[in-house]
Structure formats: C-alpha cells, structure tokens
Nanobody, 114 residues
Framework: QVQLVESGGGLVQPGGSLKLSCETS????????MAWYRQAPGKVRELVAS???????TYADFAKGRFTISRDNGRKAVYLEMDNLKPEDTAVYYC????????WGQGTQVTVSS
C-alpha cells in the first residue's frame, strides 16, 4: 500500500524559506520518480518539481532558481527546499510517486504572508 506523508509546511514571511519532507512506504523507492505538486485555493493542482531515481530533476518555471528537489533513498524520502518565497507560493503541497498517480498524501500547507 502506497503511503506518502508530507510535513514541513507553515507560515512564513515573503522572502523566507521552508523545507518540505515526504516520507514514503509501500513501493520500491529507489527506482521511483518522485514529484512535488501544489494546489492553491480555487486553482488546479500543478507540478512543482520532479526527480528521477538517477537524480535528474525538472522544475516548473516558477520554481526555477528558488526551489530545490532532492531525495534520500536510504530514508525513502523526498524533499523540497523553497527559498525566496512569495505570497503566490501559498498552497497545499503534495508529493507523489509518479508510477502511482492516484495515490496522494494529505499534503502540507504553506502560507506566505506578512
């Protein structure tokens, strides 16, 4: 059973930083491409960044230069470091194992506000 548990969200001022974590179980993590998505109120869920088992990364345009995705295969975890946060980054952030597209965690709320 695929399980994804996101954490690390919170309230941060514009320009601040957060590091999100996603702990996983129920699949072979080392082989699995992983991704972070986000969903703002009233908007569709969108891809933020992805990372393959070979550590190849991709980023949405809004994330380039500010966000960094990484993974720890020993811990079966994926991370999203976010710097220079903006109010428009406010959203619920989710991780996903890309071979299990119907499986989502509960997400973690990120709020960027002064």
């Amino acid at each position: 059973q695929v399980q994804l548990v996101e954490s690390g969200g919170g309230l941060v001022q514009p320009g601040g930083s957060l590091k999100l974590s996603c702990e996983t179980s129920g699949f072979i993590f080392v082989l699995e491409p992983m991704a972070w998505y986000r969903q703002a109120p009233g908007k569709v869920r969108e891809l933020v960044a992805s990372i393959t088992g070979r550590l190849r990364t991709t980023y949405a345009d809004f994330a380039k230069g500010r966000f960094t995705i990484s993974r720890d295969n020993g811990r079966k975890a994926v991370y999203l470091e976010m710097d220079n946060l903006k109010p428009e980054d406010t959203a619920v952030y989710y991780c996903r194992a890309e071979s299990y597209v119907l499986n989502w965690g509960q997400g973690t709320q990120v709020t960027v506000s002064s």
